[in-house]
């Protein structure tokens, strides 16, 4: 079997995440490593065991580094996408695709130009239950989808003392919950029912108008206290918290809230989709399994287990029942179907992994969200 060569551009919390999944795909091999330094490239090369360390532009001059991995802040997403496919480079991007649709058309549009594989990190979908609702609706099983109930919550912006580049517009865009977390929550919900959203209505809250930015790097003060004096008071205009209705193109209608200031939750995704036969739940914080609601009988436990799924649920699952998959498997999953893609030298005309297309509908979705919150109103996508 070829191995094929990976470089992997940022290396904050999902950088490393990346390629602990490539490294469990047996076809991969993560060559090379890209930072803002040569000093910090190679720092972080180092303690990560990659073999190369080098900045973005010698790394698209490897000819023999075929997948570039876009690990960086949004505002990079663009740009390093766009140079790497024109290097000939296959690319993984992280969410979102773009900081604006202009932008992310853009990228669309080259890829497809170009043939070469493109792919965008909505991971979530690679839960092995997410792949089980999408095909039991398929299937039938479900029924006509009559509303959907879904919830992204986490807690690690609960203080106003709590910060990161995702607060600055520059860096991350116009929006924070619903672009960061929401995307994924949204683009879950379409992949599950099959359905479209064709209008949003949207109410958006900023519980820390002003949050205390570390003067320096935070690691410096790893288990001491900071001090009033370390601190400058930042004005915040990006929200914490997101309630939005939604209609969709079978008529009717769904609501989700998002936040990032709920105490207690670490990265918690629900879902609950009622349909004319059944209902289906599910949490990512108990991934292995889903409820199912009867109306005349019954209610259902169902366990993630490969030998009860449906086949192409089955194809995301690599252990046995009993033994749980969780957050890291959901990238190694999709990168399977990515790399096998790769491996046969194009993009596929039918992906089974989420693409610059899905990267853009995200994208679209997320600024018709932005649009309805200035108007406080309805707003068609």
């Known amino acids: 079997m070829q191995k094929i060569n990976i470089g992997v551009v940022g290396t904050g919390f999902i950088g490393p995440a990346h390629i602990e999944a490539l490294r469990r795909l047996p076809n991969t091999n993560v060559l090379a490593l890209c930072e803002v330094t040569p000093e910090l490239a190679r720092q972080k090369a180092d303690q990560l065991g990659i073999e190369r360390s080098c900045t973005f532009d010698e790394l698209l001059a490897m000819e023999d580094i075929k997948v570039v991995h876009i690990c960086t802040p949004n505002f990079l997403h663009f740009s390093q996408s766009k140079a790497a496919l024109l290097a000939g480079k296959h690319v993984v991007c992280e969410k979102p695709l773009a900081k604006d649709l202009h932008e992310a058309k853009e990228l669309v549009e080259l890829a497809a130009q170009t043939g070469l594989v493109n792919a965008v990190h909505f991971n979530l979908r690679y839960y092995p239950l997410v792949r089980q609702m999408k095909v039991m609706r398929e299937q039938d099983a479900l029924g006509d989808v009559y509303s959907v109930i879904g919830s992204y ?48 209505m949207a109410d958006f809250n900023t519980i820390h108008k002003l949050r205390k930015k570390p003067l320096k790097p935070v690691e410096t003060y790893s288990g001491k206290m900071l001090q009033p004096e370390d601190y400058a008071d930042v004005p915040i205009n990006t929200e914490d918290h997101a309630n939005v209705l939604l209609r969709f193109d079978n008529g009717n209608r769904g609501v989700i809230t998002v936040s990032q200031v709920s105490a207690g939750r670490k990265n918690q995704m629900k879902l609950e989709i009622a349909g004319s036969k059944k209902t289906f739940a599910w949490n990512s914080e108990a991934p292995n399994e889903m409820w199912i609601g009867n109306r005349d009988g019954a209610n259902e436990s169902f366990m993630r287990d490969p030998s009860l799924a449906h086949p192409e649920a089955r194809s995301v699952i690599s252990f046995p029942g009993g033994h749980n998959e969780g957050f890291p498997d959901t990238s190694k999953q999709l990168f399977k179907e990515v790399y096998d893609a790769i491996a046969a030298g194009k993009q596929p005309e039918k992906p089974t992994y989420p693409t610059f297309a899905d990267g853009y509908r ?15 109103g309805w707003v068609e996508i």
């Open 362 to 376: 995200e994208l679209l979705i997320c600024e018709k969200i932005l649009e309805s919150n200035r108007k406080q």
């Open 153 to 200: 919550l986490q807690d690690w912006l609960f203080y106003d003392t709590d910060y990161n580049w995702r607060l600055e517009p520059d860096k991350s865009g116009d929006s924070r919950a619903i672009a960061d977390i929401g995307s994924h929550l949204m683009d879950s919900l379409e992949y599950i029912t099959g359905l479209k959203t064709v209008a949003v």
